[in-house]
């Protein structure tokens, strides 16, 4: 083969060296001599040094250029090497003979291997026999080898290297390696011989032939002695095959470059026929300074075929973990392909597969993207997850917006130069929900003990480990398929691939290069690297030579030149599939679609579903589609209709684990609520890890409570499901259904206690059909002529008329006849009734009565009433052909359908279609006989639609104007209520919807001011049909109103209710009179409607305000008078809930209210609901004050009376409440003082006020005095301005100079800023292209007329003139003697902010100073409440120097999604800056009076003396015994033994 010493003779010197000359004319001493030498030669050539191996220091170059790179690559990798150059030898075999001699002359050929599997020269694969070669031209390889050891005289074992064509026999020696090699177990696997123990055996001086493994190899007897001529005596032919793979830390997807690293696990199973060893184990490392190879492989067979079969076996079995790349799959690969199994390789043939990438790891692309998504979303979920708990670890609790990354986030995955978004839902602990354009794939992802992950879709379970990499994500799927998912990078950045040193770049900074030229060298594992650039461009260079780079770090910048040539990566828009899966196969249902029961989907399903919801996951969006349902419909699938046969106790047993589920974690948050919500990492019982996942569930409160509402609803299945059915409600279900219905109101739970309340209460009565029957005895057992005795008792068991209306339909004509009569006492038991009389009842026509109707207060029942009984629908649409009536003057007809089979349909749109469907049918009967109802001066007509086992329906018509109108918001109510609720009154003021809580006493509207802007209010309209004497009446009364209280909060449990923050009115009727009570007793209904009311505010207030609770009215009758007189009690918030008696004056036939009179002044009034213009605009104010989360100021002082009058009815029980409890004077700003003022609430144009109160309490009976200063936040959103700082600023100081506590309750806005708004409309533009704005513009001005039409001094500007035109250009914006700028808009609030923060820390040193932070206090506001050291925080009340949406801005992103985030009570109060945490502004002002209790009345008293509720002289009752103790009893006494 040429080579550079062509013709160079060689003469050993007499000590066997070369002569100097002679060695350095066989080496190549520079690059021009290489260059001359490849001319010579010619291209392809091999540049190597000599001294350099295992793939080091040795290039082939087919080039100039690649020679001149190679040459310098070379001397690095192998410094102070000889080099030499010789021909590149093209389709040759690497063969190798194992020698070994011994000191007596011997060398003996152990066969030999066949490495012709390599990759820049570095072996891959080694085998043994060579069988590539024939027998007789390897014997002859063999016999040279060892002719040429015998020549020099060789000792110990080395290998001789051929090249060997087999094509045409030939061969050449290529170089004598005098060392033992790595794959020296081939040889020992082939023939025998232990070749490190015959090394050992030759140093000892034993010959050759007499070592019994040689011996063995050659068939002789082991323990001979005789000589063996190893030239001439062969050995027996090799009966197997063995196969060997190098286990390197190098990446085959990159053209087998080398990689560093740490190594967590190596797991390898050695068998009989394969073995392997490592020089690394778990927990190593191999860094970019050691050999690439760590690992070997060996695999023995009977042939070639079985020994290759064997080695893909072990390589399957192969599990590295770990940083590094390893080329394991890659030569499972390779062992397969036809060349390999053929035999028909050669040297080259591995770099060109390389360079061809014809040969890697076999997967599915969709596959490989899936399972990198599903690692990628296990990976976020746990390290996020990891982060929270290492914060709840340190005391803090993770943000709301955090904890929605662990429910749903998006992941990218990057693959063949396309881009996959998937949106990642959690469904549960373990399961994903994965979708992408239209496909959503489910999946449930288990880690195991090793880090390794099993996602499951459908029936398949995949193993999957993953290392995320600066260069993106490594994958091996099933322990068998590696897959990079690249992180896509900008094109102009040139960044390294692998960890090494930086040699050189190859290019001057600048330069420009082309598209996959070398631009830098890197050296890694003792090799030199070229990296190649992405694109084409001009280079600037980042790193210095000899720098230690990582994978991923910048090495140089490209000017791209040529953008349009950049090849970009393409968002997937195709359809996703998974291999062996439908399109449709995405879930973990095994389900039909479109389920519509049970028995479709799976109640197994369905519970995990539902349990999932509540513990914060999502409800997949596999689901939705596939099922076309939500989480509410899903529950509906609990409840079906018809006659579809359920299991109640597998459905029961769903409900409550579901419900169980719920409480798991809501119990404990709503056991925080009312003062410990700051306490959440405090009081927890369980781990980290539980408290995690009980915040990740409650979170997600406002997704759980419409699913547990739902259930509770379906319990009550529309109309009592648990009572009509006779299905008993299971133990475990009660259970759970006690733990909701303790749920507290507040916190979102409200409505869950209510259902679950009532769902409990129906439990414990009677089944539907016992208790009919009990009514059918007493309608059979009762005559025609007693039907009356049932009307005013409730001797229909528990359900009254309701129940009576499922017997207007009975066979029984005698039965139908009384059911009737008695409906229609029971529905007007305060009218008075008489002359009932059946008018028709035969087989084929529908039964008629007719009676006489007397309204309340009236006494004389003289007005007609008809009713007509129809059997069904039908009947009722015939109904217009055969209407016969009888009555020339009718007052209302009452029409009862004794069978309205309206279903039970749990999905609300489809139960508003159903009954609009019903209600249309009623109208039309209505319209068809409207003029003969005219005729007769009928003014109402009532619709009775009675259900089976239900509450009957009903739908009322007016006549207005000529026709009758359906009147829509009564829908439901019974026909007696329009009158005894007092509707006709409420409508003049209101506009009504429909009611949104309504059973038989109570009845809720929603009601919108017909004559003012102000807000809605809650209309509560209640009946009470106790009979009560003057002795209970206030007890009645008190609880009355607390039974509307309730009403109230489940009417505001409606989210479009709580949306309108409506204020509330009571009216309560006492429909029976009062027995024993007379005209002369109306001042004293007074008297008592006082004191119940008081009462119920001194124990209620914080929950009247909570409710918005703006006026109270009690109707009663005195018995003692013919007819009964009427007595409305009235009480409003604003007037104190100080009552007035109004006596109703009535219409002596309709009953209607004409007219009001007061019983105290005769003054008589005929709108007794007109709001007045300073009512309406505190009606506004307090509005505003609730959106604040906080109460109007002027409430306050109201707040203070109530709170006191209870602490001296807690404190001083044995002493009477006060006169004038609690006194104040308003001072107000007048010439730069503060002067007593009597204007009324509301009236101030200041947000900011004082009062000088006067408050008698328990420790100060006389009165103390306290200077009260509080933000008005309905002024400018009580923000400070200059006139407010002055205000507060005085106030502050009369309180130093009196000596006396001064409280501040804050609730504010911080500094005022502003704009001056009479310039918004006038300020134009000069645009430099009006066409384009994005060019920007030249100044802002103002035209000749707007600017003289501003006063002087408001602005500063300079005049320009365009065409013709004269222009004020604004050089600044004053702002002086403008309104919008009264009381300061900027720079000039903050002196006053330092001239208040000033004040308030001497108030500090000088008097008692106490904050109460109610709503917000912003910016000064919250400094205030700091400067004056003692702080009382309303948990709704954040103390915060800015908003979070401005520190986000500044952040640049989102980290704070509340105010409460940055001064809420969790941040205040274990801070130390908020010293009590209260509930309400009610419970706020009780903190105030219970700190000023410790407080002497000004600086200079001492504090009072208290009578001792324990006095000194009391004799101990306690008697210690000679058991332990505790001995406070001594003091305190205590009670034994009962």
Same mark, same amino acid.
């Given at each position: 083969i040429p080579w550079n010493g062509d013709g160079i003779a060689c003469e050993l010197l007499p000590d066997g060296t070369l002569p100097e000359d002679v060695f350095k004319s066989a080496c190549l001493q520079s690059l021009d001599e290489a260059i001359a030498c490849a001319n010579r030669i010619g291209y392809p050539v091999m540049l190597k040094a000599s001294e350099g191996g295992g793939g080091k220091g040795i290039r082939k170059c087919t080039t100039e250029a690649e020679l001149r790179s190679a040459y310098d690559q070379v001397k690095m990798e192998v410094v102070g090497s000889p080099i030499f150059m010789m021909a590149l030898c093209t389709g040759a075999r690497h063969l190798e003979v194992q020698l070994v001699g011994d000191e007596h002359g011997d060398v003996v050929a152990l066969n030999g291997r066949d490495c012709s599997t390599q990759r820049r020269f570095q072996k891959i694969f080694e085998e043994g026999p060579p069988i590539v070669a024939p027998e007789e031209t390897f014997r002859k390889m063999e016999q040279a080898a060892m002719r040429l050891a015998k020549s020099v005289g060789y000792r110990g074992a080395g290998t001789v290297e051929y090249l060997f064509s087999a094509s045409t026999g030939e061969y050449s020696f290529l170089e004598l390696n005098p060392r033992l090699q790595v794959e020296h177990p081939v040889t020992e696997g082939i023939t025998g011989v232990n070749v490190p123990a015959l090394q050992l055996l030759v140093a000892m001086g034993i010959p050759l032939s007499r070592v019994p493994d040689v011996r063995r190899f050659y068939g002789l007897d082991p323990a001979g002695d005789s000589a063996i001529d190893f030239l001439e005596t062969r050995y027996p032919r090799p009966t197997c095959h063995v196969l060997a793979a190098r286990i390197t830390a190098e990446n085959p997807d990159d053209a087998f470059r080398p990689t560093s690293g740490a190594v967590d696990r190596v797991r390898f199973q050695s068998a009989p026929n394969c073995w392997g060893y490592f020089s690394i184990g778990a927990n190593g490392k191999i860094h970019e300074f050691a050999d690439s190879q760590f690992g070997h492989l060996f695999a023995k067979g009977e042939t070639r075929e079985q020994a290759r079969k064997n080695l893909q076996l072990a390589l399957k079995n192969l599990i590295i973990d770990g940083d590094i790349r390893t080329p394991v799959e890659y030569l499972v690969e390779l062992a397969e392909t036809p060349e390999f199994k053929e035999n028909t390789i050669d040297t080259a043939w591995l770099d060109r597969l390389i360079a061809d990438k014809s040969v890697s790891a076999r997967h599915n692309a969709l596959d490989s993207v899936f399972y990198a998504a599903c690692f990628r979303s296990f990976r976020q979920v746990q390290q996020r997850a990891a982060g929270m708990l290492d914060g709840i670890k340190r005391g803090h609790l993770p943000l709301s917006d955090d904890m929605s990354f662990l429910r749903s986030f998006t992941v990218e995955v990057a693959f063949a130069q396309t881009k996959y978004a998937w949106k990642v839902s959690r469904t549960g602990q373990d399961q994903f929900s994965l979708a992408i354009n239209d496909t959503t794939i489910c999946a449930k992802i288990r880690e195991q003990p090793d880090g390794s992950l099993y996602v499951q879709t459908g029936q398949r379970v995949v193993q999957v480990q993953g290392q995320e990499e600066p260069l993106g994500l490594?994958?091996?799927? @099933?322990?068998?398929?590696?897959?990079?998912?690249?992180?896509?990078?900008?094109?102009?950045?040139?960044?390294?691939?692998?960890?090494?040193?930086?040699?050189?770049?190859?290019?001057?900074?600048?330069?420009?290069?082309?598209? =996959?030229?070398?631009?830098?060298?890197?050296?890694?594992?003792?090799?030199?690297?070229?990296?190649?650039?992405?694109?084409?461009?001009?280079?600037?260079?980042?790193?210095?030579?000899?720098?230690?780079?990582?994978? =991923?770090?910048?090495?140089?910048?490209?000017?791209?030149?040529?953008?349009?040539?950049?090849?970009?990566?393409?968002?997937?828009?195709?359809?996703?599939?998974?291999?062996?899966?439908?399109?449709?196969?995405?879930?973990?249902?095994?389900?039909?679609?479109?389920?519509?029961?049970?028995?479709? #989907?799976?109640? %197994? @399903?369905?519970?995990?579903?539902?349990?999932?919801?509540?513990?914060?996951?999502?409800?997949?969006?596999?689901?939705?589609?596939?099922?076309?349902?939500?989480?509410?419909?899903?529950?509906?699938?609990?409840?079906?209709?018809? @006659?579809?046969?359920?299991?109640?106790?597998?459905?029961?047993?769903?409900?409550?684990?579901?419900?169980?589920?719920?409480?798991?974690?809501?119990?404990?948050?709503?056991?925080?609520?009312?003062?410990?919500?700051?306490?959440?990492?405090?009081?927890?019982?369980?781990?980290?890890?539980?408290?995690?996942?009980?915040?990740?569930?409650?979170?997600?409160?406002?997704? &759980?409570?419409?699913?547990?509402?739902?259930?509770?609803?379906?319990?009550?299945?529309?109309?009592?499901?648990?009572?009509?059915?006779?299905?008993?409600?299971?133990?475990?279900?009660?259970?759970?259904?006690?733990?909701?219905?303790?749920?507290?109101?507040?916190?979102?739970?409200?409505?869950?206690?209510?259902?679950? &309340?009532?769902?409990?209460?129906?439990?414990?009565?009677?089944p539907f059909c016992e208790q009919r029957e009990e009514v059918r005895k007493i309608l059979q057992t009762t005559s025609r002529h007693r039907l009356q005795e049932l009307s005013p008792v409730d001797a229909v068991a528990g359900q009254g008329v309701d129940l009576v209306s499922s017997f207007l339909g009975d066979p029984d004509r005698t039965m139908r006849a009384k059911a009737v009569e008695v409906f229609i006492r029971r529905l007007h038991r305060p009218y008075s009734l008489s002359d009932f009389e059946t008018v028709k009842d035969g087989a084929s026509e529908n039964l008629q009565l007719s009676w006489k109707l007397g309204f309340p207060g009236v006494g004389i029942a003289s007005l007609s009433a008809h009713g007509i009984v129809v059997p069904n629908l039908q009947a009722l649409a015939q109904l217009p052909t055969k209407f016969e009536v009888g009555h020339s003057c009718l007052q209302e007809l009452n029409i009862f359908v004794a069978d309205v089979p309206v279903p039970e349909l749990k999905d609300k749109a489809l139960h508003r279609k159903a009954f609009a469907s019903l209600v249309e049918t009623c109208t039309d009967v209505v319209n068809a006989v409207s003029k003969t109802l005219k005729q007769m001066q009928c003014g109402l007509v009532h619709f009775v639609l009675c259900r089976d086992a239900a509450r009957p329906l009903y739908l009322h018509y007016r006549s207005e104007a000529g026709c009758f109108v359906e009147l829509n918001q009564?829908?439901?109510?019974? /026909?007696?209520?329009?009158?005894?609720? %007092?509707?006709?009154?409420?409508?003049?003021?209101?506009? #009504?919807?429909?009611?949104?809580?309504?059973?038989?006493?109570?009845?809720?509207?929603?009601?919108?001011?017909?004559?003012?802007?102000?807000?809605?209010?809650?209309?509560?309209?209640?009946?009470?049909?106790?009979?009560?004497?003057?002795? %209970?009446?206030?007890?009645?009364? /008190?609880?009355?109103?607390?039974?509307?209280?309730?009403?109230?909060?489940?009417?505001?449990?409606?989210?479009?209710?709580?949306?309108?923050?409506?204020?509330?009115?009571?009216?309560?009727?006492? !429909?029976?009179?009062?027995?024993?009570?007379?005209?002369?007793?109306?001042?004293?209904?007074?008297?008592?409607?006082?004191?119940?009311?008081?009462?119920?505010?001194?124990?209620?207030?914080?929950?009247?305000?909570?409710?918005?609770?703006?006026?109270?009215?009690?109707?009663?009758?005195?018995?003692?008078?013919?007819?009964?007189?009427?007595?409305?009690?009235?009480?409003?918030?604003?007037? =104190?809930?100080?009552?007035?008696? #109004?006596?109703?004056?009535?219409?002596?036939?309709?009953?209607?209210?004409?007219?009001?009179?007061? $019983?105290?002044?005769?003054?008589?009034?005929?709108?007794?609901?007109?709001?007045?213009?300073?009512?309406?605009?505190?009606?506004?104010?307090?509005?505003?004050?609730?959106?604040?989360?906080?109460?109007?100021?002027?409430?306050?002082?109201?707040?203070?009376?109530?709170?006191?009058?209870?602490?001296?009815?807690?404190?001083?029980?044995?002493?009477?409440?006060?006169?004038?409890?609690?006194?104040?004077?308003?001072?107000?700003?007048?010439?730069?003082?503060?002067?007593?003022?009597?204007?009324?609430?509301?009236?101030?144009?200041?947000?900011?006020?004082?009062?000088?109160?006067?408050?008698?309490?328990?420790?100060?009976?006389?009165?103390?005095?306290? +200077?009260?200063?509080?933000?008005?936040?309905?002024?400018?959103?009580?923000?400070?301005?200059?006139?407010?700082?002055?205000?507060?600023?005085?106030?502050?100081?009369?309180?130093?100079?009196?000596?006396?506590?001064?409280?501040?309750?804050?609730?504010?806005?911080?500094?005022?800023?502003?704009?001056?708004?009479?310039?918004?409309?006038?300020?134009?533009?000069?645009?430099?292209?009006?066409?384009?704005?994005?060019?920007?513009?030249?100044?802002?001005?103002?035209?000749?007329?707007?600017?003289?039409?501003?006063?002087?001094? &408001?602005?500063?500007?300079?005049?320009?003139?365009?065409?013709?035109? +004269?222009?004020?250009?604004?050089?600044? $914006?004053?702002?002086?003697?403008?309104?919008? !700028?009264?009381?300061?808009?900027?720079?000039?609030?903050?002196?006053?902010?330092?001239?208040?923060?000033?004040?308030?820390?001497?108030?500090?040193?000088?008097?008692?100073?106490?904050?109460?932070?109610?709503?917000?206090?912003?910016?000064?506001?919250?400094?205030?409440?700091?400067?004056?050291?003692?702080?009382?925080?309303?948990?709704?009340?954040?103390?915060?120097?800015?908003?979070?949406?401005?520190?986000n801005k500044l952040l640049g992103a989102q980290v704070y999604t509340t105010q409460d985030q940055l001064g809420g009570p969790h941040i205040m109060v274990p801070n130390g800056v908020t010293h009590e945490l209260v509930q309400n502004d009610q419970a706020g002002v009780d903190a105030i009076l219970r700190w000023l209790a410790f407080v002497p009345k000004t600086v200079s008293s001492l504090p009072p003396m208290l009578p001792a509720r324990d006095p000194i002289d009391r004799e101990i009752g306690f008697m210690p015994s000679k058991e332990p103790y505790d001995p406070r009893h001594m003091l305190a006494g205590v009670k034994a033994d009962g």
């Amino acid at each position: 083969i040429p080579w550079n010493g062509d013709g160079i003779a060689c003469e050993l010197l007499p000590d066997g060296t070369l002569p100097e000359d002679v060695f350095k004319s066989a080496c190549l001493q520079s690059l021009d001599e290489a260059i001359a030498c490849a001319n010579r030669i010619g291209y392809p050539v091999m540049l190597k040094a000599s001294e350099g191996g295992g793939g080091k220091g040795i290039r082939k170059c087919t080039t100039e250029a690649e020679l001149r790179s190679a040459y310098d690559q070379v001397k690095m990798e192998v410094v102070g090497s000889p080099i030499f150059m010789m021909a590149l030898c093209t389709g040759a075999r690497h063969l190798e003979v194992q020698l070994v001699g011994d000191e007596h002359g011997d060398v003996v050929a152990l066969n030999g291997r066949d490495c012709s599997t390599q990759r820049r020269f570095q072996k891959i694969f080694e085998e043994g026999p060579p069988i590539v070669a024939p027998e007789e031209t390897f014997r002859k390889m063999e016999q040279a080898a060892m002719r040429l050891a015998k020549s020099v005289g060789y000792r110990g074992a080395g290998t001789v290297e051929y090249l060997f064509s087999a094509s045409t026999g030939e061969y050449s020696f290529l170089e004598l390696n005098p060392r033992l090699q790595v794959e020296h177990p081939v040889t020992e696997g082939i023939t025998g011989v232990n070749v490190p123990a015959l090394q050992l055996l030759v140093a000892m001086g034993i010959p050759l032939s007499r070592v019994p493994d040689v011996r063995r190899f050659y068939g002789l007897d082991p323990a001979g002695d005789s000589a063996i001529d190893f030239l001439e005596t062969r050995y027996p032919r090799p009966t197997c095959h063995v196969l060997a793979a190098r286990i390197t830390a190098e990446n085959p997807d990159d053209a087998f470059r080398p990689t560093s690293g740490a190594v967590d696990r190596v797991r390898f199973q050695s068998a009989p026929n394969c073995w392997g060893y490592f020089s690394i184990g778990a927990n190593g490392k191999i860094h970019e300074f050691a050999d690439s190879q760590f690992g070997h492989l060996f695999a023995k067979g009977e042939t070639r075929e079985q020994a290759r079969k064997n080695l893909q076996l072990a390589l399957k079995n192969l599990i590295i973990d770990g940083d590094i790349r390893t080329p394991v799959e890659y030569l499972v690969e390779l062992a397969e392909t036809p060349e390999f199994k053929e035999n028909t390789i050669d040297t080259a043939w591995l770099d060109r597969l390389i360079a061809d990438k014809s040969v890697s790891a076999r997967h599915n692309a969709l596959d490989s993207v899936f399972y990198a998504a599903c690692f990628r979303s296990f990976r976020q979920v746990q390290q996020r997850a990891a982060g929270m708990l290492d914060g709840i670890k340190r005391g803090h609790l993770p943000l709301s917006d955090d904890m929605s990354f662990l429910r749903s986030f998006t992941v990218e995955v990057a693959f063949a130069q396309t881009k996959y978004a998937w949106k990642v839902s959690r469904t549960g602990q373990d399961q994903f929900s994965l979708a992408i354009n239209d496909t959503t794939i489910c999946a449930k992802i288990r880690e195991q003990p090793d880090g390794s992950l099993y996602v499951q879709t459908g029936q398949r379970v995949v193993q999957v480990q993953g290392q995320e990499e600066p260069l993106g994500l490594r994958l091996r799927i @099933d322990g068998s398929s590696t897959v990079t998912f690249p992180v896509v990078r900008d094109p102009s950045e040139l960044r390294s691939e692998f960890n090494g040193k930086f040699v050189r770049y190859l290019h001057a900074d600048g330069a420009e290069i082309e598209k =996959g030229e070398p631009y830098a060298e890197l050296e890694a594992m003792k090799m030199i690297m070229s990296l190649r650039t992405t694109e084409s461009g001009v280079i600037h260079q980042t790193v210095a030579p000899g720098a230690i780079v990582s994978p =991923g770090q910048l090495l140089a910048n490209l000017d791209l030149k040529d953008l349009s040539q950049v090849e970009l990566v393409r968002a997937f828009d195709g359809e996703f599939q998974l291999s062996g899966q439908g399109t449709g196969d995405v879930g973990n249902f095994n389900s039909n679609a479109g389920a519509s029961t049970v028995a479709d #989907l799976g109640l %197994d @399903d369905i519970k995990s579903t539902l349990c999932n919801l509540v513990r914060g996951f999502e409800l997949g969006s596999n689901v939705c589609a596939t099922f076309s349902t939500t989480a509410t419909k899903m529950v509906q699938l609990l409840f079906p209709s018809g @006659d579809y046969e359920l299991d109640f106790a597998r459905y029961h047993g769903v409900c409550a684990e579901v419900a169980e589920t719920f409480l798991g974690s809501e119990a404990f948050f709503a056991g925080l609520l009312g003062g410990d919500e700051t306490q959440i990492i405090a009081k927890f019982p369980g781990t980290p890890q539980e408290l995690l996942a009980a915040l990740f569930a409650h979170d997600a409160l406002k997704d &759980s409570l419409p699913v547990i509402a739902s259930i509770l609803r379906g319990l009550l299945s529309e109309d009592d499901m648990g009572v009509h059915t006779g299905h008993e409600i299971s133990a475990r279900l009660h259970q759970a259904l006690q733990g909701l219905a303790a749920l507290p109101s507040s916190g979102g739970y409200g409505e869950l206690a209510l259902l679950a &309340s009532t769902v409990l209460h129906q439990s414990s009565a009677k089944p539907f059909c016992e208790q009919r029957e009990e009514v059918r005895k007493i309608l059979q057992t009762t005559s025609r002529h007693r039907l009356q005795e049932l009307s005013p008792v409730d001797a229909v068991a528990g359900q009254g008329v309701d129940l009576v209306s499922s017997f207007l339909g009975d066979p029984d004509r005698t039965m139908r006849a009384k059911a009737v009569e008695v409906f229609i006492r029971r529905l007007h038991r305060p009218y008075s009734l008489s002359d009932f009389e059946t008018v028709k009842d035969g087989a084929s026509e529908n039964l008629q009565l007719s009676w006489k109707l007397g309204f309340p207060g009236v006494g004389i029942a003289s007005l007609s009433a008809h009713g007509i009984v129809v059997p069904n629908l039908q009947a009722l649409a015939q109904l217009p052909t055969k209407f016969e009536v009888g009555h020339s003057c009718l007052q209302e007809l009452n029409i009862f359908v004794a069978d309205v089979p309206v279903p039970e349909l749990k999905d609300k749109a489809l139960h508003r279609k159903a009954f609009a469907s019903l209600v249309e049918t009623c109208t039309d009967v209505v319209n068809a006989v409207s003029k003969t109802l005219k005729q007769m001066q009928c003014g109402l007509v009532h619709f009775v639609l009675c259900r089976d086992a239900a509450r009957p329906l009903y739908l009322h018509y007016r006549s207005e104007a000529g026709c009758f109108v359906e009147l829509n918001q009564y829908r439901l109510l019974r /026909s007696s209520h329009l009158h005894t609720m %007092d509707l006709n009154t409420v409508e003049k003021e209101f506009v #009504l919807e429909e009611a949104t809580v309504s059973d038989r006493r109570f009845v809720v509207f929603v009601g919108k001011p017909k004559t003012s802007a102000a807000g809605s209010t809650l209309l509560v309209r209640a009946l009470c049909r106790n009979v009560v004497n003057l002795g %209970d009446v206030e007890d009645a009364m /008190s609880s009355q109103l607390l039974e509307s209280f309730d009403r109230i909060e489940r009417a505001q449990l409606d989210p479009v209710v709580e949306k309108l923050e409506p204020t509330a009115r009571i009216f309560i009727h006492f !429909t029976a009179p009062i027995h024993g009570c007379t005209e002369r007793d109306l001042k004293l209904l007074k008297s008592i409607f006082n004191r119940a009311l008081q009462r119920r505010v001194t124990a209620y207030g914080a929950r009247l305000l909570k409710l918005r609770i703006e006026v109270v009215e009690i109707k009663v009758w005195a018995a003692a008078s013919t007819p009964p007189i009427a007595l409305r009690l009235i009480a409003k918030a604003a007037d =104190g809930w100080d009552g007035d008696a #109004l006596r109703e004056n009535l219409d002596a036939n309709s009953g209607k209210i004409v007219s009001w009179i007061d $019983i105290d002044t005769n003054e008589e009034r005929s709108d007794l609901y007109k709001t007045a213009p300073l009512e309406m605009k505190m009606h506004a104010k307090r509005a505003a004050a609730r959106r604040a989360n906080t109460t109007y100021i002027y409430d306050f002082p109201r707040l203070f009376r109530v709170a006191l009058t209870q602490r001296w009815i807690a404190e001083r029980s044995d002493a009477p409440v006060p006169e004038k409890i609690f006194s104040y004077k308003e001072l107000v700003l007048q010439d730069g003082e503060l002067v007593e003022s009597t204007r009324g609430p509301g009236e101030n144009q200041i947000g900011m006020v004082v009062w000088i109160c006067l408050m008698k309490t328990p420790e100060y009976p006389a009165g103390r005095e306290v +200077v009260l200063v509080g933000n008005d936040i309905t002024v400018k959103a009580g923000s400070f301005g200059t006139a407010e700082d002055e205000v507060f600023n005085l106030g502050s100081q009369l309180a130093r100079e009196r000596g006396v506590p001064r409280v501040y309750i804050a609730a504010n806005s911080g500094a005022r800023l502003g704009t001056v708004e009479e310039l918004k409309s006038m300020v134009q533009v000069a645009w430099v292209d009006k066409n384009d704005p994005n060019k920007g513009f030249d100044y802002l001005f103002l035209t000749e007329s707007d600017f003289h039409s501003l006063p002087g001094k &408001s602005v500063k500007s300079h005049t320009v003139t365009v065409n013709g035109e +004269v222009r004020h250009v604004l050089d600044s $914006i004053v702002g002086l003697n403008l309104k919008s !700028t009264e009381g300061g808009i900027g720079v000039e609030n903050l002196q006053g902010s330092g001239m208040i923060a000033g004040e308030t820390a001497r108030a500090y040193n000088e008097v008692f100073t106490l904050s109460y932070a109610t709503g917000r206090s912003v910016g000064i506001g919250a400094y205030l409440n700091r400067l004056g050291q003692r702080n009382i925080q309303m948990v709704k009340g954040p103390m915060i120097l800015t908003g979070y949406h401005a520190l986000n801005k500044l952040l640049g992103a989102q980290v704070y999604t509340t105010q409460d985030q940055l001064g809420g009570p969790h941040i205040m109060v274990p801070n130390g800056v908020t010293h009590e945490l209260v509930q309400n502004d009610q419970a706020g002002v009780d903190a105030i009076l219970r700190w000023l209790a410790f407080v002497p009345k000004t600086v200079s008293s001492l504090p009072p003396m208290l009578p001792a509720r324990d006095p000194i002289d009391r004799e101990i009752g306690f008697m210690p015994s000679k058991e332990p103790y505790d001995p406070r009893h001594m003091l305190a006494g205590v009670k034994a033994d009962g």
